[in-house]
Structures are given as C-alpha cells and as structure tokens.
C-alpha cells in the first residue's frame, strides 16, 4: 500500500461538451437496444414507455445529489472522494471509500464485459456468431477500447466529440424512422384499478431496474472531476443536459420503435433496431442501422472505461490503495497502470459470462455503496458546511436527497433476494478486507486514538 503519493496532478483540459459527450456516449451504449423488448416483456403492454420515464426520473432526481458533490469536490475518482470527505477521511469514509474501491475492481470490468458481450451479441445480425466465435469478438472489442485510450485526455476529449456524433446520428435515424414511416397507434395512457396496482407494485419496479442500467454513466464526468475546467459549473451542466437529452432520445426511439412494429412483436426481437430499420427501408437499411448501433456500443465502452479507470488511481494516489495505481504515464499523464489492470479483467469477464448474468448483478452491487451511501453522505455534509461551501445547490433540499434514497431503496430490493445477497455479499467481504488490511497497518478502526487528524479536503479551485 502507498501512504503518500508522488503522482503529479492531472491536467484540467475536458470542457461542457466534451463532458457531456462522455456522459452520453457512456449511458447509450448496447444496454437501450437489448433492453428494450425485456422491458416490453416485463410490463406485458404499451404502457411499458412508463418504465423508461421512471428511469429518467431517478437518473435526474439522483444526479442532484452528484451535482452538488461533483461542484464541490472536484477530483478524479468521483464516488471515492465523496464517500471519504462526507463521512470522515480518518473514520467510517476511509472504509467506505475503499469498499467504494473493492466493488469498482470488481463491478467496472464486468460492466465493460456487458457491453463487449453485448456487442458480439449484436453483431449476430450480420455475421452468425456462436460459441468462441463470440467470445472472440466480445474479447477483441476490449482490447480495441484499451488501445485507444492509451492516449493523452485532449486526444479522448476530441475522439469522444466523433463518438457522440455517432450516437445522436444513430438514434436519430431511428427515431425519423418512426415518425415517418410507422403506422402503429401508440398511447402512454396507464392501466386503470388492480391493473395499475400490479404495475406499480411489481412490473414496474423490476422492468425499471432494466432501463435505470441504460440511464447510467450520466455521473462518469464526476469520475473525471480532477480533468475538468470550470468544474463547479461544467459537472452539473453536462449532468443534467446528459438526463434530459437521452430521457428524450430514448422516450422517442422507444415510441418510434413501436409505432413500426407492434409491441406483441417487438417484445420478442433479438435485433429490434435492425428489425425496424429494415421494415421501413429494406435489408441494405437494417445492415448499415447495425453497423450504427455497434459504433455506439463500442463509443459506451470508451467513455466506460475511460471513466472507471481514475478511481484506482484516485485511492492509490491518496495513499490507500497499491501504489502502482498512482502511476501516470510519463509523457502521456493518464494513469495507465489503472487502465491496463481494468481493461485486461474486462477482457477475462467478457470471455466467462453472459449478459444476461450482469446486468442486474451490476445495479444490485453499486446500490448501497454508491448511490445510498453517498445521498447520506450529503446530508451529513450539509449538517457539517455551510452553504458556500456548495458551488451548486440543487432545488428544494433536502427533497430529492430524501426521495434519492427512497428510490434506490426500492430498486435495490426490486433486483430480488438473490442479487441482493450478492451485492451484500461483495460488501461484506469488503469490510474483512478492509479490516485485515487496516489491523496490518494499525489504522483505524485499531489505532483510532493515535491516528494523525487529516486536513478536511478543500473543494478544488473552479
């Protein structure tokens, strides 16, 4: 373990559009694509576009939170900062800032293996893939991203512009398709009576634990806080313009899909986008709309990786993680130890499971920790802070702090008794770990009294 760091700060060189571009191209990656017919399947009717809108709004409700913690403390690693600083970087934040840690080795490659098995998945249109064929495809994509951002940020900042350039063209596309061409009626109207009960209570619930896993990446800027110019005003901007912009791509590429093919089909097409696309402009149209979805598949795995791989470096830099993962590139400086340690993980998972085992492993994982530790941590913060110390205040607080929680309380046990176990699991094994390592080196929760008090962390100069 590294108890000091001599890594050099990271350049701020990412501005407004290249944050959001990262933020969007990380949420639209395979995940609205192959989602979709599941969340018309769950809810069983047209009123499945209800589960996309929940999401959306748990996406901004949440985002709030990651605001006001993304403008106040600005610094690679996002969740491991917050974490630390809200609840004591000598006490209870320095375990769950390394819980925070233990889960990102373990969740970030297997969201990179989601997309690249998803991706291979896809690519089934085109070519038929089966077995190691698959594999080979889903293995290779990782190695690809890994390549390329093996790189200096301006040049990620510049690719990613290209990338969201794909993804916005690609549901376009879509979603014209469907304006133009479709001629199925559509209605957002809600079951009414027991109806609306059950769907509420059950289908709603689990068919949103799906599209809350397409919503997610909108925070990925706040991962890249320490690379952000003007980060007080720029982490809450691309934010928010990252919520409201894909809820309304993917409300519309939701109803454009449904408008050309009934949900009674559509809830059970593998390849629904190509399926459209080819309905309404022939075979030649589905090819190309699958080369598009790949391109934005392969742009959510950029953003993905490039976004996760700060956090290792964030805790190695500050002393708690092993120091090798505090290393920066020495001409390129980006910390490409925690890049390449990702990246290789990512490629062994994508050659082990199937998409259908993550998805909601990943959200049931990342809950607690992450979304609900981190909500709380905020109002502890506040009782801690004045107001100044805030550079963004999100409306009507403590309210959407409060609802935050709720919400992610209520999609946590919506992933069911068996992925909650495994998130708690994984938290669980955290702590020995963490308790182990922290009695080796007689730290805290061993050698409270005698801990040397740490400087609270000042919010980066915006």
């Known amino acids: 373990m590294s108890t000091s760091t001599d890594s050099t700060p990271l350049p701020r060189r990412l501005g407004l559009w290249q944050a959001t571009a990262l933020n969007m191209i990380d949420m639209v990656g395979i995940g ?11 809810i069983g009717g047209p009123h499945f576009l209800w589960a996309w809108i929940l999401g959306a709004v748990i996406s901004l409700i949440d985002a709030l939170v990651w605001a006001e913690l993304g403008a106040a403390y600005p610094q690679a690693g996002g969740s491991y900062n917050f974490l630390k600083i809200a609840y004591g970087e000598q006490r209870w934040g320095k ?7 233990w889960q990102t080795m373990i969740q970030a490659p297997l969201v990179v293996a989601s997309g690249a098995i998803g991706f291979a998945q896809y690519a089934s249109y085109l070519i038929p ?24 940020i301006e040049s990620i900042g510049r690719i990613s512009i290209l990338l ?29 009576g027991e109806s609306l009960s059950g769907l509420f209570g059950a289908g709603l619930g689990i068919a949103s634990v799906k599209t809350i896993y397409c ?14 110019r003007n980060p007080s005003r720029n982490i809450p901007l691309s934010m928010l313009i990252s919520v409201v912009g894909i809820a309304v791509l993917y409300l519309s590429m939701n109803w454009s899909v449904v408008r050309v093919i009934p949900w009674q089909e559509a809830q059970h097409s593998e390849f629904i986008i190509s399926a459209v696309i080819e309905r309404l402009y022939g075979s030649q149209a589905g090819t190309i709309a699958t080369f598009m979805v790949l391109i934005v598949a392969f742009s959510s795995l950029f953003a993905v990786l490039l976004g996760y791989s700060r956090v290792p470096y964030a805790a190695a830099a500050d002393g708690q993680f092993f120091r090798i993962f505090a290393k920066l590139h020495p001409t390129r400086h980006f910390p490409y130890v925690s890049l390449l340690f990702l990246g290789g993980l990512g490629f062994g998972f994508s050659l082990l499971f199937r998409l259908s085992d993550v998805i909601t492993a990943i959200l ?7 979304f609900i530790g981190q909500a ?40 069911g008794w068996t992925f909650m176990l495994s998130g708690l699991t994984v938290i669980g094994l955290g702590i020995v770990v963490f308790l182990i390592t922290a009695r080796i080196r007689k730290q805290w929760p061993f050698d409270a009294v005698n801990q040397p008090a740490t400087p609270s962390v000042d919010p980066a100069e915006s």
Do not use: D
């Open 95 to 101: 375990m769950l800032s390394f819980l925070y840690v």
């Open 215 to 228: 919503y997610l990446g909108y925070y990925n800027v706040c991962h890249l806080g320490g690379e952000i």
């Open 364 to 370: 049931a994982m990342r809950i607690v920790v992450q």
């Open 376 to 415: 709380v941590g905020l109002l502890l913060l506040h009782k801690r802070k004045q107001t100044s110390a805030f550079p963004f205040k999100m409306p009507l607080y403590p309210l959407p702090v409060l609802l935050a929680i709720a919400i992610w309380t209520f999609i946590f046990i919506s992933t």
């Open 129 to 152: 893939l089966e077995g190691w064929e698959r594999k080979a495809v889903s293995g290779g994509v990782v190695i690809l991203i890994t390549m390329l951002l093996y790189r200096k």
């Open 32 to 42: 609205p694509f192959v989602v979709l017919p599941l969340v018309i399947h769950i």
């Open 164 to 192: 969201w350039v794909c993804v916005l063209a690609t549901l376009g596309w879509i979603i014209w398709g469907g304006l133009t061409g479709g001629q199925q009626t559509v209605s957002f109207a809600l079951p009414s």
